[in-house]
């Protein structure tokens, strides 16, 4: 099944086949009134019939497509059903039942890889789209389904290949052809890392945009921590009340910050008690932010800095962001929105708000992004994955080995060494280099009918 299933939902659902038995399977199962023609690209109108009793389970839609014109460049059979559980399940024990198997996760992309339809970066740029959480994430997704990152990566191979072949052709026939200038060499070699390493640098962003942050929101008891969530989630998510402890438990919420997903954590104040619930909410608050990938502390700026919240800091683990926020701006008499640095912002503060009123919103909203490593997405184009990221990093290490060797003025044998290397680790980036284990784990985690 090609499409989600769940009862009462969806209107529409598809059962996809591909391979060299798909066009009998679809004729078996499918009768087509009249004089419709069974050709390539063309949709037909009918029923899907159990060929054992006859028996009508579905009307339906079937769309042809033959190799190499679809997807995986097999011949492609889907039926279009209605939606829901029953009637596309019916349909798909009839096709298992004629002679096909249920795909793995990511086997139609997969096969379309391999016979030559997709590059591996248009593959994963595929799997990204399905689980894209921001519009931005989708747009930067289908940069790579466009192929961006692909011509990217084959035009840096490329430069490296021509580099390679001047370098071997020196090692085999130096006395038959001219000199080889190595300090040009070795400023093409210099120029390609450089690129490498900017692309490995907007990896990060990339990941932002693809995976989000999980931010903790942590703070003394009725500091504001519910009623900052609600104003950022724009919604009321958590009950607000003047009484400390409220919140007894982890609150999550979702929302989408310049195009980065983020995941609020409401947490439990954490404080001495002798309630046994409240006990448990405040374990699950130090659980919270010991994996958080930001925490944003927030304290009241009407009772100033206390040695409650100096305790709370020291809890923050070492190395994740924190932003210090000063909220109740208007009950201390503090402009809301100030930013460290600023006359009437008492230290330790970053900056200040007013959860209530909803001043300082955007400040805030600025900071925390920055806080996380979020610069600038305007002019991402394109963002390496961690497995690309790693393979790029690699690709780099490889060329400054060679500018190593190109210093110590070695033969150029030896800077043919590392020069391969790179040239492989960008081969594996796109597919040209790259082993079926790898494949396996890069199509595994993506879902199945995909």
């Known amino acids: 099944m090609a499409t989600a299933v769940a009862p009462g939902q969806g209107s529409v659902a598809i059962v996809r086949i591909s391979g060299p038995r798909a066009l009998a399977i679809g004729r078996t199962l499918f009768a087509a009134p009249g004089r419709q023609q069974w050709e390539s690209h063309r ?3 009918g029923h899907v019939v159990d060929p054992a009793s006859g028996e009508r389970v579905d009307e339906a839609l079937l769309l042809l497509m033959q190799a190499p014109r679809s997807f995986t460049r097999e011949d492609v059979v889907e039926l279009h059903c209605h939606g829901g559980l029953v009637a596309v399940r019916r349909v798909l024990e009839l096709v298992l039942a004629a002679g096909a198997r249920r795909a793995l996760p990511g086997e139609f992309s997969q096969r379309a890889f391999l016979n030559g339809r997709l590059d591996l970066t248009r593959a994963e740029a595929i799997g990204e789209m399905v689980s ?17 990152l692909q011509r990217r990566m084959v035009a ?4 490296l290949l021509d580099q390679l072949a001047e370098l071997e052709a020196r090692v085999d026939f130096e006395e038959d052809l001219p000199p080889l200038d190595g300090a040009a060499v070795a400023a093409e ?3 390609v ?9 907007e990896a990060r962003q990339g990941e932002l945009l693809r995976e989000g942050l999980r931010v903790a929101i942590v703070g003394r008891p009725n500091v504001g921590k ?4 609600n104003r950022l989630s724009r919604r009321e998510r958590a009950i607000v009340t003047d009484l400390p402890g409220t919140t007894r438990d982890l609150l999550e919420s979702e929302l989408v910050l310049d195009g980065v997903p983020l995941t609020l954590l409401d947490t439990a104040g954490i404080r001495p008690t002798s309630d046994r619930v409240e006990q448990l909410g405040i374990a699950r608050s130090r659980e919270a932010l010991a994996a958080a990938d930001a925490v944003l502390l927030l304290f009241d700026l009407a009772a100033g800095w206390t040695a409650d919240d100096e305790v709370l800091r020291q809890q923050v683990p070492a190395g994740v962001p924190l932003l210090l926020v000063g909220n109740k701006a208007d009950a201390a008499g503090i402009p809301a929105g100030l930013e460290t640095g600023a006359a ?3 230290p330790p503060a970053d900056l200040s708000l007013s959860a209530l009123s909803g001043e300082g919103l955007a400040a805030l909203e600025a900071a925390l992004l920055r806080c996380c490593g979020a610069g600038p997405l305007e002019g991402l184009q394109v963002a390496l994955n961690q497995r690309q990221r790693d393979l790029a990093a690699a690709a780099a290490a490889s060329l400054e080995r060679a500018l190593t060797a190109a210093e110590q003025q070695l033969p150029w044998d030896f800077w043919t060494i590392d020069l391969r290397a790179a040239v492989r680790s960008l081969g594996a980036i796109t597919g040209e280099e790259v082993s079926e284990a790898v494949l396996d784990r890069v199509f595994a985690r993506f879902c199945i009918g995909k």
């Open 193 to 201: 890392r450089s690129e490498l390493e900017q692309l490995v640098a």
């Open 189 to 191: 070699l210099a120029a």
């Open 156 to 159: 840096l191979r490329g430069r």
């Open 132 to 148: 894209a959480r921001s519009r931005r994430a989708a747009q930067l997704a289908m940069a790579g389904i466009d192929g961006g």
């Open 43 to 45: 949709v037909l109108y």
């Open 344 to 346: 009437a912002l008492p």
């Open 226 to 229: 519910s009623s900052l969530l």
